[in-house]
């Protein structure tokens, strides 16, 4: 498939991407920013579902360096980085700028610009690292392939960086502020009820992690109706 240099040349712009984005995040000091990235780098496990024969039916080079390898497949750390990349990153500077965003577009059309920002991006990524570089391949009908990538992946992304960049927005209005803990019944709050500052920076930690999560979640549930639909896949070496 690819050589052994395309491999490696990708590997170390996703890692540096994703520590470049990692710099960053501690800059912000953030605890939501934090937690978005934090649940952006954990969506290798989302990736290793979705490349399974009944959704995107892919395989990754072999020269790839894997965070584990099962039945002969494998998870490759770059891929890792990558979705914490594209998923973090231009989420959040997004959500950053969304009150600039609101007055350009309207609410609605933030939405619609972020969708139609990561179908141009996962377009101009993907087609690119499967038709020249041919560090992956996916295995499935003609008809449902643009650039050796399925078309269906492009509103896919889509829909994933949208639904994260409107769980994100949330995120950080929910755990804007420490709360305080529910009075006694007849009871007043005292200064003993409110959080801690490390019990605020968590709230918004895991406030974050779960936005994301939690997007995935509902966009692949809604993109499994059209796979069940279309049925897209041909043969393919994966064993799962």
Same mark, same amino acid.
């Given at each position: 498939?690819?050589?052994? +240099? /395309?491999?490696?040349?990708?590997? %170390?712009?996703?890692?540096? $991407? +994703?520590?470049?984005?990692?710099? +960053?995040?501690?800059? @912000?000091?953030?605890?939501?920013?934090?937690?978005?990235?934090?649940? $952006?780098?954990?969506?290798?496990?989302?990736?290793?579902?979705?490349?399974?024969?009944?959704?995107?039916?892919?395989?990754?080079d072999?020269?790839?360096?894997?965070?584990?390898?099962?039945?002969?497949?494998?998870?490759?750390?770059a891929?890792?980085a990558?979705?914490?990349?594209?998923?973090?990153?231009?989420?959040l500077?997004?959500?950053?700028?969304?009150?600039?965003?609101?007055?350009?577009?309207?609410f609605?059309? /933030?939405?619609?610009?972020?969708?139609?920002?990561?179908?141009?991006?996962?377009?101009?990524?993907?087609?690119?690292m499967?038709?020249?570089?041919?560090?992956?391949?996916?295995?499935?009908?003609?008809?449902?392939?643009?650039?050796?990538?399925?078309?269906?992946?492009? +509103?896919?992304s889509? %829909?994933?960086? @949208?639904? &994260?960049?409107?769980?994100?927005?949330?995120?950080?209005?929910?755990?804007?502020?420490?709360?305080?803990?529910?009075?006694?019944?007849?009871? /007043?709050?005292? &200064?003993? @009820?409110?959080? $801690?500052?490390?019990?605020?920076?968590?709230?918004?930690?895991?406030?974050?992690?779960?936005?994301?999560?939690?997007?995935?979640?509902? $966009?692949?549930?809604?993109?499994?109706?059209?796979?069940?639909?279309?049925?897209?896949?041909?043969?393919?070496?994966?064993?799962?």
């Amino acid at each position: 498939m690819a050589s052994i +240099w /395309s491999v490696r040349l990708f590997e %170390l712009v996703c890692i540096v $991407s +994703w520590l470049v984005g990692l710099v +960053w995040i501690r800059r @912000t000091k953030n605890p939501v920013y934090a937690g978005v990235y934090f649940g $952006s780098s954990t969506l290798m496990l989302f990736d290793w579902l979705f490349n399974t024969d009944w959704f995107f039916r892919v395989v990754y080079d072999d020269k790839f360096i894997p965070f584990w390898r099962i039945q002969g497949v494998g998870q490759p750390v770059a891929i890792a980085a990558n979705y914490a990349f594209f998923f973090g990153v231009p989420v959040l500077l997004f959500v950053q700028h969304r009150e600039r965003l609101d007055r350009a577009v309207g609410f609605a059309g /933030s939405f619609l610009a972020v969708f139609a920002f990561a179908v141009g991006l996962d377009a101009a990524f993907e087609i690119p690292m499967v038709t020249f570089l041919k560090v992956w391949r996916y295995y499935q009908a003609p008809q449902f392939l643009v650039g050796g990538v399925p078309y269906s992946n492009l +509103w896919f992304s889509g %829909l994933l960086m @949208t639904t &994260s960049y409107g769980a994100a927005r949330l995120a950080v209005r929910w755990a804007s502020g420490p709360r305080p803990a529910p009075a006694p019944a007849g009871g /007043s709050v005292s &200064s003993s @009820t409110l959080e $801690s500052p490390r019990e605020t920076w968590w709230r918004g930690f895991v406030t974050g992690a779960a936005a994301l999560w939690s997007a995935f979640y509902v $966009s692949a549930s809604l993109q499994l109706i059209w796979y069940a639909a279309v049925t897209p896949w041909i043969d393919s070496p994966r064993p799962f």
